[in-house]
């Protein structure tokens, strides 16, 4: 391990930059006394926090942006994923300390400060973020997020199975139906609140570039598939790269900073039904997709596509774990779902005065896209998720036998 810079948290306590020999850096909360990482509980997320009492300042090679501060005490640990580490600071707060410091600009400091500004309330209120410049970096390298805890709420996927379940239980599409509005106009106001730094046009550049993607979305699924799933994939490739090809009529497309990653795991909810709260979670953009990829403005369609096809991802977690659920009760169950979440969103973005971000005709594309990226996810991290992406494509693209 390379120790690249440091920075005091609080006596006894310091942040390393490392390098452990891949050339990414990554940011270690360091037990001085101990001479081993800070694990939750000891003080660094806490002295994090903070910092920011201090104010939006440069540290050196570090940078602090504050944008909310209390004074907290007491940490647990909230989970570790394949991306960052997550502990909770007096119940208040949730520190995220990234798994590696990619070279900046990271998208997140941009997208929430843009929410901030114009006070989009749909996600956890940020607190701040610490940055570090390597020498010779261009833009800042994104260590360590602080954003507020929504106390007693349920995540994403839980809840989605949850309503799905009731729903066929109950012999009523009533509740999903309430779903998917209120994620239509979280996302509605979402894509709003970020219009309103700009919507550029897609030029033929922009539609190349959504071709290439589309691209290496597909060979990366196909590299890292084998047997019947590889071949469940390959005898769908030359449908895959037709209809995920730009149409010509999506040249000046309304183009915006998006979310990038959006799906129900990243909805937090808090109580049900009409009092229920969602927010939306993790800014930092797909991160299977090139950091200044992730950066550029997309068809709103990127995200509307992805939390659409999440719902029937849900629908398949629904009927693996418990088979006994009629499979068309299911699926109609999650179709009404998307189907009100697509009106909620089409009828919020208009009302707020943008009515050109609802871009039917680019949601089947994007969902092919997520799709294949199902794949090479199930590949990478979760090889128990591959049952997802097996029943969503064919289901999405059925071959010409497979058709009623």
């Not at 101990?34 to 440069?58: M, N, P, Q």
């Not at 570039?209 to 084998?226: K, P, S």
């Not at 129900?264 to 930092?284: I, M, S």
């Not at 680019?362 to 049952?387: D, G, I, K, N, T």
Request: aromatic share 6%.
């Amino acid at each position: 391990m390379i120790v690249l810079d440091r920075l005091t948290l609080a006596p006894g306590l310091v942040l390393l930059v490392v390098d452990d020999g891949d050339g990414l850096p990554r940011p270690v909360p360091w037990l001085v006394d101990g001479d081993r990482r800070a694990t939750s509980g000891e003080g660094a997320a806490t002295a994090l926090v903070a910092l920011l009492g201090g104010g939006s300042r440069a540290l050196g090679p570090f940078r602090v942006t504050t944008w909310h501060h209390e004074t907290v005490a007491g940490e647990r640990s909230f989970g570790v994923d394949q991306t960052n580490e997550s502990v909770v600071v007096g119940e208040k707060a949730v520190v995220k300390w990234l798994r590696a410091a990619e070279p900046g600009p990271h998208p997140a400091p941009s997208v929430l400060d843009a929410l901030q500004r114009h006070r989009f309330d749909g996600m956890p209120t940020p607190w701040g973020l610490l940055e570090w410049s390597a020498p010779g970096d261009a833009a800042p390298r994104l260590l360590a997020t602080v954003d507020s805890l929504l106390s007693g709420a349920v995540d994403g996927w839980t809840w989605t199975v949850g309503d799905l379940r009731s729903a066929v239980l109950d012999e009523s599409y009533d509740g999903v139906r309430e779903t998917g509005r209120r994620l239509g106009d979280l996302v509605g106001r979402m894509h709003a609140a970020l219009a309103e730094d700009g919507v550029s046009a897609a030029t033929a550049d922009d539609l190349a570039a959504w071709e290439a993607g589309a691209d290496r979305d597909l060979e990366q699924a196909l590299a890292a598939t084998t047997g019947d799933t590889h071949d469940l994939l390959a005898r769908r490739a030359v449908a895959l790269r037709a209809e995920t090809r730009a149409p010509a009529h999506a040249l000046g497309t309304p183009l915006i900073r998006v979310h990038g990653d959006l799906h129900v795991g990243q909805v937090l909810r808090r109580g049900t039904g009409a009092d229920a709260t969602y927010v939306v979670t993790d800014f930092d953009g797909n991160p299977v997709v090139p950091t200044a990829e992730r950066l550029l403005p997309q068809p709103p369609a990127l995200d509307v596509a992805g939390l659409a096809q999440s719902i029937k991802h849900a629908a398949l977690v629904l009927r693996r774990h418990e088979p006994h659920h009629d499979l068309a009760t299911v699926t109609a169950a999650a179709e009404a779902a998307e189907d009100a979440f697509l009106t909620s969103y089409a009828v919020t973005v208009a009302t707020a005065g943008h009515p050109r971000l609802v871009q039917p005709a680019l949601v089947r594309a994007f969902r092919l896209r997520q799709v294949c990226r199902e794949f090479s996810y199930a590949a990478a991290h979760l090889p128990r998720w591959f049952y997802v992406p097996e029943a969503a494509l064919p289901a999405l693209l059925p071959l010409p036998e497979e058709k009623p």
